[in-house]
């Protein structure tokens, strides 16, 4: 197939839509993502049929709730998908470097965000908001840590892009990678959008 | 080309355990599948020997119930499905065109993440801890309450790795039906079978992620206490019905219309008559599968939903018969004025189609909210679902197999072993299940190890226990004919019924690795019927012959699979009563961390290491093509 | 579609111009706004409940619409089976969320 004409020459346009094995890839990956959005929706629907049984003494979610450390946590993610963004566009230009750098930055703001939800369980707990305390909580750190969970991969994922591109530089091969990734990225924040919406912003009105 | 890489090719086992031919990959399917059917089929014939008589003490009542649980979830999440898989592999990519599936390393990964996913689900008999809360493992039965041993671990995780499987075999198959289509194969020209297979693999992409998700929720209430379907803490019951049949519902589908399918191929072939009403079984197909998706509520019409959902639900169910109708008249107008040869394949796809209205009439009669009432939970659902998923896919594969056999295997089986098969198979069927009707209807539970003497049930259900024994005797027979077949040279030609009418019989049987020597150029519908009726003998190529790039074979799919088998067994035990070194490890989670990096570590390996592939050059292809 | 094998290669890249970022910073910004209102109508209260929850999710929808059309391409041509992927999944969850919000507890 044409993968190989083109490992050496010059990127064409849309490197990621180039070859077949591309074209699959960008594919496949948008139809995973129908699936996840299933996923990420039966978990909402999870927590939004169990939202209201805290039981008795335990801390409920308009008392729990933080908006300041969302807030936060929001800013970071929706900077990284900017990132990202600025990524894909550094990869069509075939602006190596400049793409490793934005890549780096997203998984930076990635760790950010992690390191803050960590944080936030961690008060939980001590708050007396456990994994195993209601059908609240239970569904609550389903849902959220599910989403974080899929943050922890993106980051190892674009982690390791970057150290992959480092090493054979931006192909027919690798471009398609970098791009599914990017969209793997946004479509986190778009669940992250639905988190802090569903949960902490109607959970704090009640 | 300047790029000759080494080919590395692997023989014997390790050809098998590193495949990526979808062909290969297909007949592994074929042979797991298989097993898990004789499995399934062995632990029927166990249930109906306990039931023969009233009263009887064959197996326990504990017995009893893993036996029906492990049934029921053995054939639909491990006979049927992969067995559908099967032919899907063998067939699809040939059907459409293509030298290849879209993503043949995945393909592989499904079928061993399936493969572990089923032994994990059968080591339990092993392990002495086998699930037995039935294949739809309802709460609150299913919760570490009323199920304190491991056997709903082994339901959950087991059906967990199988479902990852499924659900990248799903995605596979998308792909390569909307990306991999020959030159002028549009949608509207694929045959049935490859349109039936795209709408169930795009119903497994969306159903399946509900049952995750529901497993894992029960995962957690089961191994970390969370409180989704635990009263007490503030879960519910209900919720848990509801994402199984949220993905249960679709599954039947994804059970059915690859049946639908290979009936339309069978069916028209074997008249020699093009399929009646293309475009309206495609469009029947497309709403059945859009349907299965709004019906979910009538497995819980008892439950309590209220009028409303009740009656909503009730005619949403009662609307599929209209496109499962079309279907049926169309299969029926194929056959009117064809020039019809009642080979074993067709005697399978004719006496499917009576078979499939009795189920689907009783599923009418059930998806009537109020009459459901009386049935729920009798032995005429049992009737039912039996005569939808034996009479309906089974016959189905059966057909299917018989008739795609010469094209995976290239060797025919043989017809009159093949009738003996359908005939002892079809009164076998009807036998044991005809009865079961009228058993439910005299108020006959399900899912009750026995019965009592004088409630008129008894000759009836040894009625139902010689059918079950004479179906076995049909499957056992059809096992004959494929050891038979296996000793026999491979002579099926590319056509070998001599009707085919799609790509597939374009090609030598059993396709050769890169499966088209040169791509085909579809002109039709039928594309190779068309050709043939226009005086050609095979189909014009779309492109020169040139060196074909093939990827190369790898062990990751099988270690990587085995990781998550090895995880599976880690989180089920670290709650365990041993002592030791053993109960320390898995205690601390290090077996389940084990297995998980396995899997990870195979993931990066495979994202690390590029494929290059390697190249058959063409004169390599002459001359295969010449030798066979 | 069969002859989408060789179309996309075969664009003369000369013809497309790379897009800027503006376009992009414009849809962060506009992103950041959206949840600022979210965040507002919810710290300022005292406004009906159920108009909040409308409030809130045309919000995400919006949200979504800026990461999923502008920033995943979705808008773009070529793009018809990823919607159709996407929608599909979207008409799961709907039924699904009724599920859950009419038919758990009552």
Redo the contacts between chains.
């Keep these: 197939m044409s993968a190989h004409s083109h490992l050496d020459g010059e990127l064409p346009h849309e490197p990621e839509r180039a070859t077949l094995e591309g074209r699959n890839k960008v594919l496949g990956f948008w139809l995973f993502l129908g699936g996840e959005t299933v996923l990420f929706g039966t978990l909402f629907s999870i927590f939004l049929a169990l939202r209201d049984q805290v039981g008795d003494g335990n801390p409920t979610g308009q008392e729990l709730f933080k908006l300041g450390t969302v807030a936060i946590a929001t800013f970071i993610l929706l900077t990284s998908s900017l990132t990202s963004v600025f990524a894909i566009q550094a990869m069509h230009r075939n602006h190596v470097k400049a793409m490793q750098g934005w890549l780096i930055i997203t998984v930076i703001l990635g760790l950010g965000f992690l390191g803050l939800e960590i944080y936030e369980f961690y008060e939980y707990i001590h708050e007396g908001h456990r994994f195993s305390t209601s059908a609240f909580s239970s569904s609550f750190y389903t849902l959220v840590g599910f989403h974080g969970a899929h943050v922890l991969f993106g980051i190892v994922w674009i982690s390791l892009l970057i150290f992959q591109v480092a090493r054979k530089g931006l192909n027919v091969v690798t471009a398609p990678k970098v791009y599914v990734a990017g969209m793997y990225w946004h479509f986190i924040d778009v669940v992250w959008v639905f988190i802090f919406t569903v949960v902490y912003l109607m959970g704090k009105v009640g | 080309?300047?790029?000759a890489h080494p080919v590395k090719r692997y023989t014997g086992l390790m050809d098998w355990l590193t495949t990526v031919d979808h062909k290969k990959i297909g007949i592994l399917y074929l042979i797991a599948g298989g097993f898990f059917f004789l499995i399934g089929g062995f632990e029927a014939l166990l249930i109906r020997i306990q039931l023969w008589k009233p009263l009887n003490n064959f197996v326990s009542a504990d017995t009893y119930n893993e036996l029906l649980t492990m049934h029921g979830t053995t054939m639909i999440f491990l006979a049927a499905m992969p067995i559908i898989f099967a032919l899907m592999n063998a067939i699809v990519p040939l059907q459409i065109g293509a030298r290849d599936v879209?993503?043949p390393f995945v393909n592989a990964l499904g079928f061993w993440t399936f493969l572990f996913g089923g032994l994990l689900l059968n080591v339990s008999w092993i392990a002495g801890a086998v699930p037995d809360a039935g294949w739809t493992s309802y709460l609150p039965l299913a919760d570490p309450t009323y199920s304190p041993g491991k056997g709903v671990d082994f339901y959950v995780l087991g059906l967990q790795i199988a479902g990852i499987g499924t659900?990248v075999g799903g995605?596979?198959f998308?792909?390569t039906i909307?990306?991999?289509?020959?030159?002028?194969?549009?949608?509207m020209r694929m045959p049935m079978f490859t349109w039936s297979a795209f709408i169930t693999s795009?119903l497994i992409?969306?159903?399946?992620?509900?049952l995750?998700?529901?497993l894992?929720?029960l995962m957690?209430?089961r191994l970390?206490?969370?409180?989704?379907f635990?009263v007490s803490?503030?879960?519910?019951t209900?919720?848990w019905e509801?994402?199984f049949w949220?993905f249960g519902h679709p599954e039947v589908y994804i059970l059915i219309l690859p049946a639908f399918g290979i009936i339309s191929e069978v069916i028209s072939t074997f008249s020699r008559k093009r399929l009646f009403g293309y475009s309206s079984m495609v469009f029947a197909t497309v709403l059945i599968g859009f349907l299965g998706?709004?019906v979910w509520?009538h497995h819980m019409f008892t439950v309590?939903?209220?009028p409303v959902?009740n009656a909503l639900f009730s005619i949403a169910t009662m609307l599929i018969a209209v496109p499962t109708g079309i279907k049926i008249f169309n299969w029926i107008f194929t056959m009117w004025g064809g020039s019809i040869r009642f080979t074993a394949a067709n005697l399978f796809a004719v006496g499917f189609v009576p078979t499939f209205v009795m189920g689907g009439v009783t599923g009418v009669m059930l998806a009537a909210a109020p009459a459901d009432f009386q049935y729920h939970d009798s032995y005429f659902v049992v009737a039912h679902f039996h005569y939808v998923i034996v009479g309906g896919l089974v016959l189905g594969l059966f057909s299917g197999l018989h008739y795609w056999w010469p094209k995976i295997f290239g060797r025919m089986l043989s017809e009159g072993l093949g009738k003996l098969t359908f005939w002892t198979f079809y009164i076998g069927f009807h036998l044991t299940f005809f009865v079961q009707h009228f058993l439910g209807l005299l108020g006959m539970p399900r899912r009750v190890y026995t019965y009592l003497d004088g409630l008129g049930f008894n000759s009836m259900n040894l009625i139902s226990t010689i059918g079950a024994f004479l179906m076995g005797i049909g499957t056992i027979i059809f096992i004959i004919n494929i050891i038979v077949t296996a000793a026999k040279p491979k002579t099926a030609s590319n056509d070998p019924w001599e009707d085919g009418r799609t790509l597939e019989w374009s090609i030598p049987s059993p396709a050769p690795e890169y499966n088209f020597l040169q791509t085909p150029l579809v002109r039709g519908y039928d594309a190779l019927w068309k050709e043939k009726m226009d005086g050609n003998t095979g189909m014009s190529p779309a492109e020169p012959i040139g060196p074909i790039?093939m990827p190369s074979g790898s062990i990751l799919p099988f270690i990587m699979s085995f990781g998550l088998f090895v995880a599976g067994f880690g989180f089920m035990y670290a709650n365990n009563e041993w002592t030791g070194f053993v109960k320390e490890i898995f205690a601390s989670h290090a077996v389940a961390g084990l297995g998980l990096g396995i899997t990870l570590t195979c993931m990066?390996i495979r994202?690390?290491k590029?494929d290059?592939g390697f190249h058959i050059e063409p004169e390599e292809l002459t001359k295969k093509e010449v030798k066979e | 579609m069969a002859a989408n094998h060789s179309s996309h290669s075969e664009q003369p890249a000369k013809r497309h111009k790379h897009e800027g970022p503006r376009k992009h910073v414009v849809a962060y910004i506009f992103s950041l706004l959206l949840t600022l209102v979210a965040f507002a109508t919810v710290i300022g209260g005292e406004i009906n409940t159920s108009f909040i929850y409308i409030l809130l999710l045309v919000m995400a929808a919006l949200q979504v619409v800026i990461q999923m059309g502008f920033w995943m391409h979705m808008k773009d041509r070529g793009h018809l089976f990823p919607i159709v992927g996407i929608m599909t999944g979207v008409f799961v969850v709907f039924t699904i969320v009724i599920m859950a919000e009419y038919w758990t507890w009552w």
């Design positions: 080309m300047a790029h879209a993503f659900l995605i596979n998308l792909v909307i990306n991999m289509r020959a030159p002028g194969m549009s949608f795009a992409l969306f159903a399946f992620p509900a995750t998700v529901g894992v929720a957690f209430d970390f206490s969370a409180n989704f635990n803490g503030g879960g519910n209900v919720l509801h994402i949220i998706f709004m509520a309590g939903l209220g959902a790039h990066i994202s690390l590029d290059h």
